[in-house]
């Protein structure tokens, strides 16, 4: 086994600490709009789409959870009436996950308020090329680790 260099254990650390502070930083930021974390990341990929709709593995890939969690989600925002769930049109075995108007609305009161987070914390004190480069850095990473995770 190897160990980490002093500048790969502080990255390392970093990121481990960082994945446990922000979520919750950003889920007290969403407290105020009745969602979670999670449920933000859902409504937020389905509003993004013409049709407001996504397969749901398409959709768990895309919010970055479990299709388990995927499930979940959408079953608490669909009783909360920001989301519908279908079976697909092309593929009865799978289900489709659609945003509501109720949903869009949700998530336009609630944009903003990440919006402002993002830049408090990070782009407020990066310039235009690191933040380019940072994106860069973090969407490779991101690859890798997708790429690694079971079913993908």
Not at 80 to 103: I, L, M, N, P
Not at 118 to 138: I, M, N, P
């Amino acid at each position: 086994m190897r160990d980490f260099n002093m500048n790969e254990d502080r990255l390392w650390r970093s990121l481990m600490r960082l994945n446990g502070t922000l979520p919750r930083l950003l889920d007290e930021d969403l407290r105020a709009s009745g969602l979670t974390l999670s449920e933000f990341a859902i409504l937020l990929v389905l509003s993004e789409g013409e049709d407001g709709r996504r397969r749901m593995g398409d959709l768990a890939n895309a919010a970055g959870l479990s299709p388990s969690r995927t499930t979940r989600v959408v079953a608490d925002l669909e009783r909360r009436g920001y989301a519908d769930r279908t079976r697909d049109e092309t593929d009865a075995r799978s289900a489709v996950a659609k945003v509501t108007k109720q949903g869009r609305a949700v998530v336009a009161r609630a944009y903003p308020v990440q919006v402002d987070r993002a830049r408090s914390v990070l782009f407020d004190h990066l310039t235009a090329e690191q933040v380019e480069e940072l994106a860069g850095v973090l969407e490779s990473f991101l690859r890798r680790v997708q790429s690694e995770r079971p079913g993908s």
